[in-house]
């Protein structure tokens, strides 16, 4: 089991440890519905060291990048940042990542990807830039990540690092010092909340445990992992490894939005297009349910008597009171407000298929 560098000094903190992607990491410091509310309503602060963060560097640094990804990787400025996703030749997603272009050194780019995936894409980077001028570096036992997320965030990360942060754009970012330590500072997040995380050049515990209680002192809310979960959620984002696989394409998944084809190659974009052409026999959706019942994974889900999908994520929305999943639903179903039934503890729940964010995006 992998552990976090603060992991230690959490437990002191009296958060509640538990296993994530092959790393302990907290689950949460309070309560789950403590820490989810002040997020929306305040702001909190999450330890999410346990990503995989990639640095590819090199001249060839964008040809691989342009090849593996979704997007077009030269339309990422210097200090801007894009969502994409690696896909295999037959389209199966293997991971959802950002990719970061450094703002001084443009050939350099910094991929943060999900922690269940951190052997196989470091290895997909490496087989697939054999015969190119590019390095690959592991950086995630080289740095921490934090995430500072909600309404009050702004306000926070610029007395944080005595530099007005409100006007950047969502998905910008700079390097600075923070306590001496290289930092790279972004605007971006997984909660639907305005937010920035702090990818920190130091795996040491003296020099992060400083970090962190001077981000607490100025206000934030510790928070954990299973806070991190019922937001995203709400916010509609889907996680790799539960919501999508490699056994499904961008298509079915909903999020063509993370895809270019108007780029003329990439591994996979014969298979997606295809996919589009045919379409598709199942999508993910959103689901609300309109009696009380907790969703989770694995629930089926009926339109009548007949099984028509099955939820890959739940839980209960602390924000609206009600229970709230996504799951992957007969394409024909995935309408707004198609009404279907979530089937907990061998009774059906009334419920619709929501094809927006369960709580809108606060991104600015």
């Not at 490496?126 to 009050?152: C, H, R, W, Y």
């Not at 084809?261 to 598709?280: C, T």
Request: glycine share 10%; charged share 30%.
């Amino acid at each position: 089991m992998r552990k976090i560098p603060l992991l230690d000094y959490h437990r002191e903190m009296g958060a509640e440890i538990g296993e994530f992607a092959g790393w302990s990491s907290p689950l949460w410091f309070t309560s789950n519905r403590d820490e989810h509310l002040k997020v929306r309503s305040e702001v909190g602060l999450f330890d999410i060291t346990h990503m995989t963060r990639i640095r590819i560097v090199g001249s060839d640094s964008e040809r691989l990048l342009q090849m593996i990804l979704t997007k077009k990787v030269e339309k990422i400025k210097p200090g801007r940042m894009k969502y994409c996703l690696i896909c295999r030749d037959d389209g199966g997603i293997m991971d959802d990542v950002t990719v970061f272009r450094h703002p001084k050194e443009e050939k350099e780019f910094i991929m943060v990807s999900n922690a269940i995936t951190h052997d196989k894409i470091i290895h997909w980077l490496e087989s697939n830039s054999k015969n190119m001028d590019v390095e690959v570096e592991d950086l995630t036992f080289k740095t921490s990540l934090f995430a500072i997320q909600g309404p009050k965030s702004s306000q926070l990360t610029s007395k944080l690092v005595k530099v007005d942060v409100s006007g950047m754009k969502w998905f910008s970012g700079f390097e600075l010092k923070l306590n001496g330590l290289k930092t790279i500072l972004t605007r971006s997040g997984y909660t639907g909340e305005n937010g920035y995380e702090l990818m920190i050049w130091s795996w040491d515990e003296n020099s992060l445990k400083k970090i962190w209680e001077e981000i607490v002192d100025l206000g934030a809310v510790p928070c954990g992992l299973a806070t991190r979960d019922s937001l995203r959620i709400e916010a509609g984002y889907p996680l790799y490894g539960q919501d999508m696989s490699e056994e499904v394409t961008p298509v079915e998944a909903r999020l063509m939005h993370a895809v270019d084809l108007s780029k003329p190659n990439f591994i996979g974009r014969e298979a997606i297009e295809e996919r589009m052409r045919l379409g598709v026999e199942k999508l993910l959706v959103g689901v609300l349910l309109k009696e009380r019942g907790v969703p989770r994974r694995g629930y089926r889900i009926f339109h009548g008597e007949e099984v028509v999908g099955e939820l890959t994520s739940g839980t209960l929305s602390y924000s609206l009171g009600v229970g709230v999943g996504l799951g992957y639903i007969k394409s024909s179903l995935a309408k707004e407000g198609e009404e279907i039934l979530i089937e907990i503890h061998g009774r059906k729940r009334m419920s619709e298929v929501k094809l927006t964010p369960f709580v809108p995006w606060k991104i600015k």
